[in-house]
């Protein structure tokens, strides 16, 4: 796409027109039109290169495009599962952890969580919950109990003892700020878990720890 297929071959407007096509974008944006202001915002970084302002509205408008498009989606589909478990998944891609958290609690609360697919909405649950972090309430505690709801699946499910390492991975992985430690030190000394994963959680701590001492010690000094 080019400026003349959008402008009719006008040079001499090609600025003034731009300058109205952010506008028009921007009252888009802020009009709740989502989705003619993501169209227009695409147009824009298409015709010439965009600032980071534009790039930012953007993203702001493909998201709110997404959002809106799956609370439709849920609505047409109240009874749908698969479609509940698309929204919290759409809030978890875009950073929103705590909603998505919340979502997947409603779907573990309800008649879904004895679902054959009550395991696979647990363990987003709990990456949910590592990538959140400190943006949700007893963020540590929730992280413990799904960890051990998962891991007492295992002992009567056997579907569920295939899938105890990735558990471990999730945590290993997502949980890389000092705040999590405390997960690993209650973790590590609780005898239900195998020697093995007892003895990986507490590397995973002690790497925690040391990395809170090379963070203090390259701390700039204040004059």
Known sequence: MTQNDIFGGKPEYRLTTID??????????GGENSTGARDDYRTLVLLAAPDEKILFNLLVAEDLDGLIFRQRLRLAHPDSLVVAIAEADYFARIGNYAQAVRLYTTLLESPSGSSDQAIDIRLKR???????????????????????????????FVPAQKTRRHWVRILMKELQSLEHASIFESLLLDERLPTSVRNLFSLKNSELNELFKVIEELRPELP
Do not use: N, P, V
């Not at 109205?20 to 944006?29: D, F, G, P, T």
């Not at 972090?133 to 009567?156: A, K, V």
């Open 126 to 156: 709990l990456s949910a919950l590592c990538r959140g972090g400190s943006t949700i309430r007893d963020c540590h505690q929730q992280i413990l109990d799904d960890f051990w709801s998962l891991w007492g699946l295992g002992e009567t």
């Open 20 to 29: 109205e096509l952010i506008e028009r974008a921007y009252q888009k944006l």
